[in-house]
């Protein structure tokens, strides 16, 4: 496929699964806003590495998920500077974890701004230009947890269960306008977030690290091996393409058969 000429917004992009989903829009010709947190120089590495790589436009964008008005401009960004916001991908998300009695209150109000009012605020500033050119992806990372609950994330299974309904309610209401809006339900992704957690969880349960691995991060899996972002990014790629212009409104579990069961 190719998406030269496209233009895509991926939020949460300078690492882990948005970077590769970044990357996978680029390799196909499409220019770039990424965004997301970390270190500036590590960043604009990363920037600059995507231009090399593929020769398309990359910029970045430091537009703050807790802003309504840093959101809209980043989206007015792609739109000023690219041309057009034809993809969104709503991929920045937080996780906290903590009994529901016990769950500190402005955590809850972080997590449900960055996870699932973000991607409102940013779909609402994209939506009229992709009726207007009569194309549109949007991609919502959500999670197994969109489907499915776990004890202590209180906040993250709400949020993505708010964003299963917000998927649904965007497909329905862009149907007739040649948009699509799609969220991808990962398990657990091995990213270097999880990789840091590892030996700290080790430590605190008193295992090795592969029992961290298999007994309490792949508990839910039945592949009991972990979702690689490479894997998550090919799908994304995929729902963008002519070939998934018919699927909407659509939960797509990469998830190991977590949810199977």
């Not at 010709?29 to 593929?54: M, P, Q």
């Not at 792609?78 to 529901?100: K, R």
């Not at 972990?226 to 990014?233: D, M, P, Q, S």
């Amino acid at each position: 496929m190719s998406l030269k000429g496209k233009v895509a917004v991926v939020t949460g992009s300078t690492s882990g699964i948005g970077l590769a989903i970044a990357r996978a829009y680029a390799e196909q010709g499409a220019n770039l806003v990424i965004n997301g947190l970390g270190d500036a120089a590590a960043i604009e590495a990363e920037r600059a590495k995507i231009e090399s790589d593929f020769g398309v436009k990359a910029l970045y964008s430091d537009a703050n998920m807790l802003s309504h008005v840093e959101i809209e401009g980043m989206v007015k960004l792609a739109e000023t500077e690219l041309g057009s916001c034809d993809i969104l991908v709503n991929n920045a998300g937080i996780q906290y974890v903590a009994p529901v009695e016990e769950f500190p209150i402005e955590k809850w109000d972080q997590i449900i701004a960055i996870n699932l009012s973000a991607a409102f605020y940013a779909t609402r500033a994209a939506v009229p230009g992709m009726k207007a050119r009569k194309w549109g992806r949007i991609i919502n990372t959500a999670s197994a947890h969109a489907l499915v609950a776990s004890p202590f994330k209180s906040a993250y299974v709400a949020a993505k269960h708010g964003i299963a309904g917000l998927t649904k309610t965007v497909a329905l209401e862009t149907a007739t306008f040649g948009i699509t809006c799609n969220a991808i339900c990962p398990g657990y992704v091995w990213t270097p977030l999880v990789e840091k957690q590892i030996p700290d969880q080790a430590k605190a349960r008193g295992i090795s690290e592969e029992q961290v691995k298999r007994d309490v991060l792949l508990a839910a899996q039945p592949t009991k091996e972990f979702v690689t972002v490479e894997e998550v990014a090919a799908l994304a790629l995929w729902l963008t393409s002519d070939g998934a212009r018919s699927i909407t409104g659509t939960m797509q579990q990469i998830d190991g058969g977590w949810v199977a069961e």
